[in-house]
């Protein structure tokens, strides 16, 4: 959405600022050092760890695991990747389940997962991890995982721990689609466990709202609705655009296809992995890191974080929901490093014949309303502007349909017109109202969320944090009862304008002063609107009056 216009420039390859001093940056009013409030001014010397240095309880438990990851190459695989490689040093091997994507190879997106600023830290502090990580070529969309023959006996007899993090998340992904990947692929890879020698345990990353239709949702199975071969063979045997027909009726009282699939995946686990070390893992709505590697990270503009880089650059003025309900979010750090601990806590305690589930949630121990964390950002982002931002922040969220209707024609509908003809003019593409159209989609799609609230029970998980050594609690935090929504705030816009938006902190000067035009001329334009709207009241008001002979 809002990126759109920032991959206009970037396709364009328009030649950056020149370089300003971080010295001038932090001199300024605004003192803070941008890279020091990230967390990139912090990191520790690199060093040789002996193999006999004795560590955490869960970086021993990792010591000579060989791990087949996949969902490597996604937001929350990388930052698994990324942790695992950075904390745990005596891991001996990690294999990244990757499809060849865009005419790129195993071996080029593998470099380009590392490219991203998430691993600079780790390539600091950790400079010979590159040998522990191979990538296999797979796909867990196509029978077998697409493995070849040579890379499953690799696999086989190798791997003893997995984490199964592959998914389309997209919530309107065509059944079809989500079926073959978050259902098949995950019976394809019980089916691979199975016949792995050494294994000591396998994490299924679900999501809690794959029980949505429910208003609490515990720390167990639930029936589903439909039984998954039954949609199998449906999928199997129907064309594209019948199924797309029935997705409604099939999917019932769940919101989309993402929700729909992943319950019949927590299914397929349920009855088939009865005879396997494995646990289920709940997150809710998962957001940029909290604290480490860095803070502030992020690769996609998912829920949240859409809204904030939408109305943080000036594209986003009015959105349509109720923003005194509590959002469930969860930093993705604190997710990775529960989802760390439970994976050994389930190979190292685990009852016979049972299959643990993990609820990784917030809102029980820190609740957050959506206009308290609105608020916040904007407070603490407002000194962090980017130098592509179209127009001044200015955000109202509605659940009124009539208002929301009125301000998304005023500021959406009216401006993208005005300045989308502008661009034709000058002979630039417009894009401003594709993006609008891409926001009401994303509105439509979302609008089952929009005024709800829901409590997820994570009993399991406190309880597995009060077992930690301290060593490993302050190695591997996810103590919710520590989350500050504050602090995650302070670095969060600033985060997305650096690891997300991409936009160098060296034009922050050059932002600045672009923000405060922008603060100008919106507030001009603020009372040009109050007095014309004045104006057409006054003469409502005259004529009125003189109607009613009053004078």
């Known amino acids: 959405?809002?990126?759109d216009l920032h991959r206009k420039y970037i396709e364009k390859k328009q030649e950056s600022a020149p370089l300003v001093p971080i010295k001038d940056i932090v001199n300024?009013?605004?003192y803070?050092?941008?890279l020091e409030l990230l967390g990139e001014r912090s990191f520790n010397e690199p060093r040789e760890i002996d193999e006999s240095e004795v560590g955490t309880p869960i970086q021993e438990f990792f010591r000579d695991g060989v791990i087949f990851l996949t969902g490597g190459t996604g937001f929350m695989g990388k930052v698994l990747l990324e942790k695992l490689l950075r904390t745990c040093p005596h891991i001996k091997h990690i294999y990244l389940l990757i499809r060849s994507k865009k005419g790129k190879n195993v071996e080029q997106r593998m470099e380009d997962i590392f490219e991203d600023r998430l691993f600079k830290r780790l390539k600091y502090e950790v400079p010979k991890y590159y040998?522990?990580?191979?990538g296999v070529a797979g796909d867990c969309s196509l029978p077998g995982l697409g493995l070849s023959v040579s890379s499953r006996n690799t696999l086989i007899n190798e791997v003893n721990i997995i984490f199964h993090g592959a998914a389309t998340v997209r919530f309107d992904e065509h059944i079809r689609v989500a079926m073959?990947?978050?259902v098949s692929g995950t019976r394809e890879l019980l089916n691979l466990a199975k016949k792995i020698r050494n294994l000591k345990v396998m994490a299924h990353v679900s999501t809690a709202y794959a029980n949505c239709?429910?208003?609490?949702?515990?720390?167990?199975?639930y029936d589903p609705i439909s039984d998954y071969e039954d949609i199998l063979k449906l999928v199997a045997s129907t064309d594209d655009q019948a199924l797309q027909d029935m997705t409604k009726k099939l999917i019932g009282d769940l919101p989309n296809t993402y929700a729909f699939t992943k319950s019949l995946a927590e299914d397929a686990i349920r009855r088939e992995a009865q005879d396997l070390p494995i646990l289920v893992f709940r997150p809710t709505v998962v957001i940029a890191t909290y604290r480490e590697p860095v803070r502030g990270w992020i690769d996609n503009v998912y829920g949240p974080t859409g809204l904030v880089v939408g109305a943080g650059t000036g594209v986003l003025h009015t959105y349509f929901g109720n923003t005194n309900v509590v959002t469930d979010m969860i930093p993705v750090d604190m997710v990775v490093n529960a989802l760390i601990s439970a994976t050994k806590e389930t190979a190292?305690?685990?009852k016979v014949d049972e299959i643990p589930i993990y609820t990784c949630s917030s809102s029980k121990q820190k609740p957050v309303k959506w206009n308290e964390f609105i608020e916040m950002n904007r407070r603490h982002g407002i000194y962090w502007p980017t130098i592509r931002a179209i127009w001044y922040y200015s955000f109202w969220a509605t659940n009124n349909p009539f208002l929301y209707a009125l301000l998304n024609f005023l500021c959406h509908i009216v401006p993208g017109y005005i300045l989308d003809t502008l661009a034709v003019l000058a002979g630039q593409k417009p894009i401003l109202l594709k993006i609008y159209k891409k926001i009401d989609k994303v509105r439509d799609i979302l609008a089952y969320f929009s005024d709800k609230e829901w409590?997820?029970?994570n009993h399991r998980l406190m309880a597995l944090w009060e077992t930690l050594s301290s060593q490993d609690k302050e190695l591997f935090n996810f103590d919710i009862n520590q989350l500050s929504w504050e602090y995650f705030s302070q670095a969060h816009c600033l985060g997305l304008r650096v690891y997300l938006v991409k936009d160098d902190i060296h034009t922050l000067p050059a932002a600045r002063k672009k923000w405060e035009k922008l603060y100008i001329a919106h507030n001009a334009l603020l009372l040009f609107v109050y007095a014309f709207l004045i104006f057409c009241a006054w003469n409502f008001i005259s004529l009125f009056l003189k109607l009613a002979g009053l004078i």
């Open 1 to 3: 959405m809002a990126l």
């Open 28 to 30: 300024s009013k605004y």
């Open 32 to 34: 803070v050092d941008p």
């Open 131 to 134: 040998h522990k990580v191979s």
């Open 180 to 182: 073959n990947i978050n």
């Open 213 to 221: 239709n429910r208003s609490q949702v515990d720390e167990q199975f």
């Open 348 to 350: 190292t305690n685990r």
């Open 455 to 457: 409590t997820f029970t």
